[in-house]
Nanobody, 118 residues
């Protein structure tokens, strides 16, 4: 059963920006550390960014300075603002609880596809 619903993906030109959003009716984001992950077919899902229950963000080195994660505790959403996108950012993006080993997580949503191409 999916606990998370991601949206906002699409086709973006290199150097462009995109904002992804995640919501859930089962999880209260203000009470936990939430994360964004991404996956390319044939490669294990990887952590992109996470934000703690007290709103401290952390980023993977490959997105540091380009992506920004935030939460809206009123709307119960977690967003990922992506700037300076390049082809290597092409992936399906998912949100879930934070984990160093995302393959141990469950209840994944369908994700949202981001394709960076001219």
């Amino acid at each position: 059963q999916a606990w998370f619903a991601e949206s906002g993906g699409g086709l973006v030109q290199p150097g462009g920006s995109r904002t992804l959003s995640c919501t859930s009716s089962q999880v209260v984001f203000s009470r936990t550390t939430m994360a964004w992950y991404r996956q390319v077919p044939g490669i294990e899902r990887e952590l992109v960014a996470h934000i703690t229950d007290d709103d401290r963000p952390r980023y993977a080195d490959f997105v540091k300075g380009r992506f920004s994660i935030s939460k809206d505790n009123v709307k119960n959403t977690v967003s990922l603002q992506m700037n300076s996108l390049n082809s290597e950012d092409t992936a399906a993006y998912y949100c879930n609880y934070y984990s160093d080993i995302p393959r141990y997580l469950h209840n994944w949503g369908q994700g949202t596809q981001v394709t960076v191409s001219s």
